[in-house]
């Protein structure tokens, strides 16, 4: 009878533990966007830096995978810590806001007017270290053009916050994972899959300090719904590898007509306004120096 018990209690755990585990709701990033500094003159409103900080709140709600801090609550504590809404200056304050909000990054940013050129700069910074993930920066003649390319910026933020799942279901070309609207999985999104392979340790404290990852394939998102999506194995490593329980991670997009420069992609169409700029940036200091 006891032994009956024990077997009943064990059953019960297995099952508790593998519904916490699966039934469990995506977690978005959280992220607070800071108003933008605005650095020089000839501005077309005073109110640019903010602006530009709402195009880019719009960008990232609208990808549907973060949880951007409501903008009434952002300048509710900015007040309380005696700070503006652009206050935010040096990576220690932006963490310590972070914090205190419990966002997992801020971002914050710079717009300079250089002559007929506005240039952006942004900067996310990581909460926990104080430390600057990544850099971007775009340049426009135009607030119009600028717009579009704060939204590209945008994508090129998103691509720092892979979405990552796991394979529940195949059947036949056909695979279900464990993200759908609530994690912002769209349609045509494509992830890579992989499976884990061997532990990597230290050879001296045998501390381990990665795993491999094998890749086993790549899907393509058809269908989605509110927490799983049904995707199309667009390539498999060998046949039938793609498996229940391997892992996914949302591959890196990059829209047609882009180029890479520097840490940014920007249209072809726009190499004659970042020559500009850069000449510009060229003559200030040169004039600087005299």
């Given at each position: ?15 508790f533990s593998y519904g916490a585990a699966h039934g469990s709701d995506f977690k978005k ?262």
């Open positions: 009878m006891r032994k009956y018990v024990v077997t009943l209690v064990l059953i019960f755990l297995c099952v990033t959280r992220i607070a966007v800071l108003d933008f500094q605005i650095q020089g003159a000839g501005f077309e409103t005073e109110d640019m830096g903010k602006i530009v900080a709402e195009w880019m709140i719009t960008a990232l709600v609208q990808e549907g995978r973060f949880d951007v801090i409501e903008r009434r609550l952002l300048e509710k504590v900015l007040k309380e810590q005696n700070l503006g809404a652009s206050g935010v200056v040096d990576t220690q304050s932006a963490s310590k806001l972070g914090k205190v909000l419990g966002a997992r990054v801020v971002i914050s940013g710079t717009v300079i007017k250089l002559s007929r050129l506005t240039e952006v700069n942004t900067r996310l910074i990581d909460v926990q270290t104080g430390s600057i993930l990544a850099a971007e920066k775009v340049t426009s003649e135009t607030t119009t053009r600028l717009a579009k390319l704060i939204n590209l910026m945008a994508i090129k933020i998103i691509k720092n916050f892979p979405l990552e799942g796991y394979v529940v279901e195949r059947s036949g070309d056909r695979v279900f994972i464990d993200l759908g609207k609530r994690a912002g999985v769209r349609k045509g999104l494509q992830f890579i899959v992989y499976k884990e392979g061997k532990i990597i340790r230290h050879p001296k404290t045998g501390e381990v300090l990665d795993i491999e990852r094998i890749e086993t394939g790549q899907i393509k998102v058809e269908d989605v719904k509110e927490k799983t999506s049904t995707a199309r194995i667009l390539k498999e490593s060998s046949d039938g590898v793609i498996a229940y329980g391997q892992m996914v991670r949302s591959a890196a997009e990059k829209s047609s007509g882009e180029r890479e420069i520097g840490f940014y992609s920007l249209p072809p169409e726009d190499k004659q306004e970042r020559l500009k700029a850069e000449k510009a940036r060229d003559t200030k200091a040169k004039f600087s120096s005299i």
